[in-house]
Every structure is written in C-alpha cells, then in structure tokens.
C-alpha cells in the first residue's frame, strides 16, 4: 500500500498549483482521501477530504473557495486543486487514505492508516 504526493512547487502569491496523490498497490476508490498539510515549524493541518462515494467534500476554513479535492478511481488518484494561493499556503503537503465512511471525523489523523510522503508547496509573496 503506497501512495505518492506529487505537484509542488514555487509559486507566486495568487498563482494555481494542482496537486495529485497518486495509490498503488491497493484501490483508492475503497477509501476515503484526505490532504494535510505542514508549515514549517508547526504541527499538520487538515487541508481536505473526499469520502468513498465522493458524494460531498470536507475543507478547512482556510482553504474554502480557493482549493477543490476530486478524485479519479480509474487512475487511482486523488487531486488538490489549489488557486489564490498565500503565503500561508506553504508547506509540505501529504495525502492519507482512510476506512471511515464518517465525513467529519476526516478532520483528524488519527483516522488515516496509510500515508504518502509529501511534496512542498512554497508560496512567495
């Protein structure tokens, strides 16, 4: 089970960057997704989630309206579509897959099993 984070870069403040978390060795449609996220010198956040059955979205405050989370069961991936983004955007940014079917608990990581490394989004204003 492995999932791989992918997309990061620099960019400028207001700029777009999409993020992709890519599974292998086992169907990420089976699970749900979610994206965290950490500054440097500080503790993971939770950026967003998406359910099995993408059938609503979980996002942090923070990121409403400006990121969007999909995913794409027959390539096995999930996406971070992130726009306007901040300085405060920067960080490293790492997807988890998870076996909860309750949305609201995909705010927290302890309700994730499997972790991808993450890729760094660095956001300069």
């Known amino acids: 089970v492995q999932l791989q984070a992918s997309g990061g870069g620099l960019v400028q403040a207001g700029g777009s960057l999409k993020l992709s978390c890519a599974a292998s060795?086992?169907?990420?449609?089976?699970?749900?997704v979610g994206w965290f996220r950490q500054a440097p010198g500080k503790d993971y956040e939770f950026v967003a989630a998406i359910p099995r059955n993408s059938d609503r979205t979980l996002s942090a405050d923070s990121v409403k309206g400006r990121f969007t989370i999909s995913r794409d069961n027959t390539e096995n991936t999930v996406y971070l579509e992130m726009n306007n983004l901040k300085a405060e955007d920067t960080g490293v940014y790492s997807c988890?897959?998870?076996?909860?079917?309750?949305?609201?608990?995909?705010?927290?990581?302890?309700?994730?099993?499997?972790w991808g490394i993450g890729t760094l989004v660095t956001v300069s204003s």
């Open positions: 988890a897959a998870s076996k909860t079917i309750i949305l609201s608990s995909l705010r927290s990581r302890s309700m994730y099993a499997a």
């Open positions: 060795g086992f169907a990420a449609g089976r699970y749900a």
